[in-house]
C-alpha cells in the first residue's frame, strides 16, 4: 500500500547530528529502508520536515521502518495515499 510518511524532526536533536555528521547518515538509512517513490524535505510549523511517499508490504514493518526517526526526536504521521491511477480505479470500483 502507497504510504505517505511525514516526519517533522526535533530542531535541537537535528542541529546536534548535522553539527556531528550523524544527520546525513540516518537520512540515508531512511531512504534505502524505504526505497521512497519520492522524497522531499520542507519547514513546517518552523521544524524540519521530511515527507516521503513509498510502497508499505507489510504493516509489521512500521516499528524499524520509524525507529530512526523516534529516536531523532520526530512528530510522525503515517497516512494511506493513493495516485491518480489509484484513484481512477478506486472509483470505478466504487460504481462511479
Given at each position: 500500500?502507497?504510504m505517505?510518511?511525514?516526519?517533522?524532526?526535533?530542531?535541537?536533536?537535528?542541529?546536534?547530528?548535522?553539527?556531528?555528521?550523524?544527520?546525513?547518515?540516518?537520512?540515508?538509512e531512511?531512504?534505502?529502508?524505504?526505497?521512497?517513490?519520492?522524497?522531499?524535505?520542507?519547514?513546517?510549523?518552523?521544524?524540519?520536515t521530511?515527507?516521503?511517499?513509498?510502497?508499505?508490504?507489510?504493516?509489521?514493518?512500521?516499528?524499524?521502518?520509524?525507529?530512526?526517526?523516534?529516536?531523532?526526536?520526530?512528530?510522525?504521521?503515517?497516512?494511506?495515499?493513493?495516485?491518480?491511477?489509484?484513484?481512477?480505479?478506486?472509483?470505478?470500483?466504487?460504481?462511479?
Amino acid at each position: 500500500m502507497r504510504m505517505l510518511l511525514t516526519a517533522q524532526m526535533d530542531t535541537q536533536i537535528t542541529n546536534r547530528s548535522i553539527s556531528d555528521g550523524t544527520m546525513s547518515k540516518m537520512m540515508e538509512e531512511i531512504v534505502e529502508r524505504l526505497k521512497p517513490e519520492a522524497a522531499y524535505f520542507a519547514i513546517q510549523n518552523g521544524r524540519r520536515t521530511c515527507l516521503m511517499v513509498f510502497d508499505m508490504q507489510d504493516s509489521a514493518r512500521i516499528p524499524p521502518l520509524m525507529e530512526p526517526l523516534f529516536h531523532a526526536g520526530s512528530e510522525i504521521g503515517l497516512v494511506p495515499v493513493m495516485n491518480l491511477d489509484d484513484l481512477r480505479t478506486g472509483l470505478k470500483s466504487a460504481g462511479t
